[in-house]
């Protein structure tokens, strides 16, 4: 078949169009405009470190160590898994409540680990996925926050309560697609990313507002004490520390 002039114009347009963007990515490169692979922006502080006192009232009760082949698989060393226990005198309940949180950096990392897809590979069965809006004053701000629900393997009578947030570069998100959009943000340098979750078992008709309430508290209190002592100040994304600054170096491993 013969190419009309039409087809020849719009193949034209398309080759100018590759050529050009192909030229201004290798210029926004080579002028530090953008950079692909971001550098590592190393935690301040080890995030075991975290002031428990911070957390009060809710105490640690227990913490958890990953076994080798699990931390492996998690793709970092530095997190925790807590258990805590909070008042038992209104408006608490006394409930155990699993903190957990990982820091990430100098990793190429598409965030495999997120609940909707360990829990269910682990057996659970989904019955619930919200993103709220959570307005935390020790924080300073509303941040996005995925809530799910889950049923244990063959049994309908508790449900897993799951919140979580991503924390990238100082921006709050709560969706994988979010995230790695965030990760490529046109002008930062270098680049982590931490997420903390929190977890409830308690009845299938549980009070979702009183089970919001008590996960805010937490959220609160340990992303505010992480951004105050252990995450990089806002600004590092976008050149790096100053020099001089010391910091905590953790150990990238690519899950």
């Keep these: 078949?013969?190419?009309?002039?039409?087809?020849?114009?719009?193949?034209?347009?398309?080759?100018?169009?590759?050529?050009?963007?192909?030229?201004?990515?290798?210029?926004?490169?080579?002028?530090?405009?953008?950079?692909?692979?971001?550098?590592?922006l190393p935690i301040l502080k080890p995030i075991k470190e975290l002031d428990r006192s911070k957390l009060e009232p809710f105490m640690v009760v227990s913490s958890q160590e990953f076994p080798a082949e699990v931390t492996e698989e998690?793709?970092?060393?530095?997190?925790?898994?807590?258990?805590?226990?909070?008042?038992?005198?209104?408006p608490y309940k006394?409930?155990?409540?699993?903190?957990?949180?990982?820091?990430?950096?100098?990793?190429?990392?598409?965030?495999?680990?997120?609940?909707?897809e360990c829990m269910v590979q682990g057996a659970y069965t989904q019955a619930g996925d919200d993103i709220m809006q959570m307005e935390l004053p020790a924080l300073g701000e509303s941040i996005e926050v995925r809530r799910l629900q889950f049923y244990p393997p063959r049994d309908v009578t508790v449900k897993t309560y799951v919140y979580y947030t991503f924390c990238v570069n100082g921006d709050?998100?709560?969706?994988?697609?979010?995230?790695?959009?965030?990760m490529t943000k046109f002008a930062d340098t270098h680049l982590y990313y931490s997420k903390v979750e929190v977890a409830f078992r308690g009845r299938p008709d549980a009070d979702l507002n009183e089970l919001d309430a008590r996960a805010r508290e937490v959220?609160?209190?340990?992303?505010?004490?992480?951004?105050?002592?252990?995450?990089?100040?806002?600004?590092?994304?976008?050149?790096?520390?100053?020099?001089?600054?010391?910091?905590?170096?953790?150990?990238?491993q690519n899950p």
């Excluded at 820091?103 to 997120?114: A, S």
């Excluded at 709050?172 to 965030?182: D, E, G, K, N």
């Design 1 to 40: 078949m013969a190419w009309g002039t039409r087809d020849k114009i719009n193949v034209g347009l398309g080759l100018a169009v590759l050529g050009a963007s192909a030229a201004f990515m290798q210029a926004a490169q080579s002028k530090g405009w953008l950079s692909l692979v971001k550098q590592r």
């Design 74 to 90: 998690l793709g970092t060393d530095e997190y925790f898994n807590w258990m805590l226990k909070e008042p038992s005198k209104s």
């Design 94 to 116: 006394g409930r155990i409540i699993n903190l957990t949180a990982t820091y990430y950096t100098g990793v190429v990392d598409q965030v495999p680990h997120v609940p909707e």
């Design 172 to 182: 709050y998100l709560a969706t994988r697609m979010a995230v790695r959009s965030r």
């Design 219 to 252: 959220m609160d209190r340990v992303l505010s004490e992480l951004r105050s002592s252990h995450f990089p100040p806002k600004g590092w994304e976008q050149g790096g520390p100053p020099a001089g600054t010391s910091s905590s170096a953790p150990s990238p």
